[in-house]
């Protein structure tokens, strides 16, 4: 079964900058698509942002949440089976457990969670004023 372990999050001041990793183990694994949701408390999880492979190592965003268009970026290092999420200018509404998720499907909904069959353990971003 696949595993992934994510990294990087942690406590940022205002206008600040976090770079999430996403690292897949336990078997091999090739992204086919992948996708960073948060979650902050009394809140439903939403997606970040999301993105798919096209060809054999171009990987593209096909979704970005309206509210971090511009700030955050979804990326990936096919040779490491590793996908980030770079966080800039970072806002106190950011604050949030972030998960990465990934699937092996060709039709999925992007903005789902129930369609993607792989998650992260989730990771603290915190954001102070």
């Known amino acids: 079964q696949v595993q992934l372990v994510e990294s990087g999050g942690g406590l940022v001041q205002a206008g600040g900058s976090l770079r999430l990793s996403c690292a897949a183990s336990g078997r091999s694994f090739s992204w086919y698509n992948a996708a960073w949701f948060r979650q902050a408390p009394g809140k439903e999880r939403e997606c970040v942002a999301a993105?798919?492979?096209?060809?054999?190592?171009?990987?593209?965003?096909?979704y970005y949440a309206s509210s971090m268009k511009g700030r955050f970026t979804i990326s990936s290092d096919y040779a490491k089976n590793t996908v980030y999420l770079q966080m800039n200018s970072l806002k106190p509404e950011d604050t949030a457990v972030y998960y990465c998720a990934a699937n092996q499907r060709e039709y999925f909904r992007e903005r789902a969670p129930d369609d993607y069959d792989y998650w992260g353990q989730g990771t603290q971003v915190t954001v102070s004023a």
């Open positions: 993105a798919r492979w096209s060809g054999s190592t171009t990987y593209y965003p096909t």
